[in-house]
């Protein structure tokens, strides 16, 4: 089992900066993917940002230019960055940790979310 804590939401005015961070905790490997996704109220959760154990990163593309996502192995943490924010980030943000499961599928741990709101 794996376990994750996000930590480093807030109300924030636009333009402004957040960083989260992801800690995880148990069963970890340092081969998974980590990502970020975000659910806005009547949405459907979206992928933000993920990065792989290489440091290979992925981003939506509506938080390019100001996101980072990155991860340090040494303390099985992970980051996002959010510069610029807009009122349109406001969200329920995740982050993720997966692993392959065989068969093309994959094991996806979730932590609990961090409420993200940026005012305009």
């Known amino acids: 089992q794996v376990q994750l804590v996000e930590s480093g939401g807030g109300l924030v005015q636009a333009g402004g900066s957040l960083r989260l961070s992801c800690a995880a905790s148990?069963?970890?490997?340092?081969?998974?993917?980590m990502g970020w996704y975000r659910q806005a109220p009547g949405k459907q959760r979206e992928l933000v940002a993920t990065?792989?154990?290489?440091?290979?990163?992925n981003y939506a593309d509506s938080v390019k230019g100001r996101f980072t996502i990155s991860r340090d192995n040494a303390k099985n943490t992970g980051y996002l960055q959010m510069n610029s924010l807009k009122p349109e980030d406001t969200a329920v943000y995740y982050c993720?940790?997966?692993?392959?499961?065989?068969?093309?599928?994959?094991?996806?741990?979730w932590g609990q979310g961090t409420q993200v709101t940026v005012s305009s």
């Open positions: 148990g069963s970890i490997f340092r081969t998974d993917v």
């Open positions: 993720k940790r997966s692993r392959p499961a065989g068969w093309g599928n994959t094991l996806d741990y």
């Open positions: 990065i792989t154990s290489g440091g290979s990163t």
